[in-house]
C-alpha cells in the first residue's frame, strides 16, 4: 500500500458525497503540485476536468491567485464547475474554453507554468467514438455508468486495429498539445477507476493506461520526470486498497518538468 496508513478507515462520505472526495484527490494534487514551487501568479492550463473541483481545491491549498485556463468540451459540466471554482479561487482569473483539447489551441497562452489533467485520459480516449452523447459523462459525478459512455466504449473496441487506433490518437492529441503550447511542467494522473472496474469497464481502464505510458515515453526526451513517491507516501490511504494502490501509486502519475 502507498502512503501512511490510518484509522479510522476511509470516512463514509468518500462515498456518498463527491465533494469530499474532490477534496481529499485536490489534497493528493497539492502534494504534487507544491513540489513544483510554482508561483501563486503562474498560469496553469487544466484539462477536461468535468464537474470535478480537484485541481481547484490544490489550487487554492498553494494560495494560487494566477490565470486559470479551463478547458472542458461539456457545457453543462463547465456550468456546474465554475461556481465551485469561483469560492475555491477568489483571486484567480479563470477562462473557460468549452472546446476540446486540440480545438482550444488558438484560444490558450503558450509557454504556460503548468498543463494539469486528472485522469482525464479515458474520456479523451472515449472521444475518439464522437457518439452524440460523447461528454455526457463529464456532466456529473455518479457511480453508474451512462449508456454514453457504454456506447462510446463499445465503439472504439468493436476490434483489436479500431482500438489500437483510438490509442494512438488520444497519445498524438495528448503530444501535439505539449508541443504546441510548450509548458514549463506537465503533472497528470491515470489511476484505475474504480467506478469502471465495478460497471465491467476494467478493458477502459488498460486502454487509458496505455495512453497514459504513451505520453510518458514519448514526453522523456525533452521534460525530466520527478518521482512521486516521497509526496504521495505523506498522505493517507484510510487502509483503502484502490487509495492505497491506485490513487496514491506513483505509477500512475507523471509529473516533469521542461529540460533547459
Not at 23 to 51: D, K
Not at 80 to 95: D, E, I, Q
Not at 137 to 161: K, L, M
Not at 224 to 247: E, R, S
Request: net charge negative; hydrophobic share 45%; glycine share 4%.
Amino acid at each position: 500500500m502507498f502512503g501512511t496508513a490510518t484509522y479510522p478507515h476511509m470516512p463514509a462520505t468518500f462515498l456518498t458525497d463527491p465533494s469530499v472526495w474532490d477534496a481529499y484527490i485536490g489534497e493528493v494534487w497539492h502534494a504534487v503540485l507544491r513540489s513544483l514551487a510554482l508561483p501563486p501568479h503562474a498560469t496553469v492550463i487544466e484539462v477536461a476536468p468535468g464537474s470535478s473541483a480537484k485541481i481547484g481545491h490544490a489550487l487554492a491549498h498553494l494560495g494560487f491567485c494566477g490565470d486559470l485556463h479551463i478547458v472542458e468540451a461539456a457545457p453543462n459540466a463547465l456550468e456546474a464547475l465554475l461556481p465551485k471554482y469561483r469560492t475555491l479561487l477568489p483571486r484567480a482569473r479563470l477562462h473557460t474554453h468549452p472546446q476540446s483539447l486540440s480545438a482550444a489551441y488558438n484560444g490558450l497562452p503558450r509557454q504556460p507554468d503548468v498543463i494539469v489533467a486528472s485522469h482525464v485520459l479515458d474520456d479523451m480516449l472515449l472521444a475518439c467514438a464522437r457518439t452524440p452523447a460523447t461528454f455526457e459523462w463529464a456532466n456529473r459525478y455518479s457511480d453508474h455508468i451512462n449508456s454514453a459512455t457504454t456506447q462510446a466504449w463499445q465503439v472504439i473496441s468493436v476490434n483489436v486495429q479500431t482500438l489500437d487506433d483510438a490509442i494512438k490518437s488520444t497519445v498524438a492529441e495528448a503530444l501535439q498539445a505539449i508541443i504546441t503550447l510548450a509548458p514549463r511542467h506537465i503533472v497528470m494522473s491515470q489511476y484505475p477507476s474504480a467506478t469502471l472496474r465495478d460497471n465491467n469497464l476494467e478493458a477502459l481502464n488498460q486502454a487509458a493506461l496505455k495512453v497514459f505510458d504513451g505520453v510518458a515515453r514519448a514526453v522523456q526526451e525533452s521534460f525530466a520526470i520527478q518521482d512521486c513517491t516521497p509526496q504521495l507516501m505523506q498522505l493517507p490511504h484510510y487502509n483503502n486498497q484502490h487509495i492505497g494502490l491506485h490513487v496514491l501509486n506513483p505509477r500512475y502519475w507523471l509529473s516533469c518538468t521542461r529540460r533547459l
